[in-house]
């Protein structure tokens, strides 16, 4: 294939997201990792997938960053995870260390790759890998909204019984407890859920979803959510790859748009081949901005630690 992503850290995410794009074709894969071993076992238990699925992508599992050479696309989700108790914010200081290894490697054989950072905490992580690549703000964006909607519209077609496929969610903010669903704007078939459900019953939604996370690491007692985080990332490569200018909740770094400078914050972005094309700026009430800012300020705390 004429398209490269390289994943850095070949654990839960990396491994489930090089199979994910490797069953849908989207690129060659090189899965990396500083453990020997792993990402070639895995990669070439991802490569032998590939026949049954009728996938002709080459999937290569390497310790060394020459491999990723060229890549379209690199997709950091090297770090740890947490564990129950644990909040996003508790993986700060290892975390940092990691994602900025990895970014520096990662872009001295890919100067003109998109980055997208899927590290927790991931705001701030999505801050590392800015002030450490270099890169311009529209090619290093932050996986989180994508799957905090897919979170929220899981809820919201299990609380009303419908497709899944006619729910629509929009969850802003930073990616932790502070993040901030917006029941106005999320939807079935166009309707907002404001009108079919109780208040109580949308409260008890956009709660689930602050605490989304939490409730997997809780269940599995040891590592965090893969599953689902792998198809929200899968869903952004994609969108780069195929140049969709598909608006997605994004991690993106602002200067001004909602009240936000010079941090890294989701917010809706039109996502294409060149990267973040566009910030999608949309009204907010005044509790709505206000939540948002609130979330921003958590954000800048972690940033501010770091001494970035
Ligand atoms: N943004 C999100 O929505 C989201 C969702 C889920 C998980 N995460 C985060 O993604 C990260 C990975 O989660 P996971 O479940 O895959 O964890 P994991 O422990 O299964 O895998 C992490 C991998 O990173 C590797 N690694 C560590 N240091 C490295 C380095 N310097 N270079 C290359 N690889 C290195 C480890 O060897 C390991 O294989 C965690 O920080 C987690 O919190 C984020």
Known sequence: MNRKVTVVGAGNVGATLAQRIADQELADVVLIDILEGVPQGKGLDIAEACPVEGSDAQ??????????AGSDVVVITAGIARKPGMSRDDLLNTNYKIVKECT???????PNTILIVVSNPLDAMCQVAYKVSGLPKHRGFGMAGVLDSARMRTFIAMELGVSV??????????????????????????????????PERV?????????????????????????????ATAEMVDAVLKDKHKILPCCCFLEGEFGIKGLYVGVPAQLGQKGVEKIWKIELTAAERAA??????AVQELVDVLKL
């Open 59 to 68: 999937v290569l599992g390497t310790n060394d960053y020459k491999d990723t």
């Open 292 to 297: 948002l800012h609130k979330s921003a300020a």
């Open 104 to 110: 520096e490697n990662a872009l001295e054989h890919s």
């Open 165 to 198: 496929e006619n729910t629509h969610a929009f969850v802003l903010g930073g990616h932790g407890d502070t993040m901030v669903p917006l029941p106005r704007y999320s939807t079935v078939a166009g309707i907002p859920i404001t009108e079919l459900m109780r």
């Open 203 to 231: 409260e008890a939604i956009v709660k689930r979803t602050a605490s989304g996370g939490a409730e997997i690491v809780s269940l599995l007692k040891t590592g965090s959510a893969y599953y689902a985080p792998s198809a």
